[in-house]
């Protein structure tokens, strides 16, 4: 069986971290580091407006001289982000990932969010499955695989 994305959201958690589109990018930024995440997602009125990363404050605030304190997250958000729903496999993610360049996946079923995925969270899913293998095939070799 091909695991998918809600395996993910079972394990790690639904948490989801969002700000208004009026919010500055500055208060974004506060919630973003206390939280230790790389992105918020920007909800307007309960749905998915768009989402601030990292990589957007570097590219249009601090290469353009713009100030965060000034400067509402609507203004420099990603408009329409690349998502996925729980029934989504993590193979899938992974090149949606890769195809468009994202680090962070909004999770929607119908158009409600029930979670977000990182590259962090599918790569840790991935090397967890691996190690499992690799105990599994170290059991069977020396015989201690249960039988």
Sequence with gaps: MTENIASILKTKGSAIWSVAPDTTVYDALVLMAGRSI??????????????????????????????????????????????????????????????????????????????VVSLGDLVKWIISGQAQTIQDLEGYITGRYPR
Excluded at 45 to 65: H, M, N, P, Q, T
Excluded at 83 to 105: A, K, N, S
């Design 38 to 115: 790389g992105c918020v997602l920007v909800l307007s009125d309960g749905r998915l407006a768009g989402i601030l990363s990292e990589r957007d404050y570097a590219r249009k605030i601090v290469l353009v001289g713009k100030s965060s304190k000034d400067t509402p997250v609507h203004e420099i958000m990603t408009r329409s982000p690349v998502t996925v729903t729980p029934e989504h496999t993590i193979d899938e993610c992974m090149v949606i990932m890769t195809q468009t360049r994202v680090r962070h996946l909004p999770v929607l079923e119908e158009d409600t969010v029930v979670g």
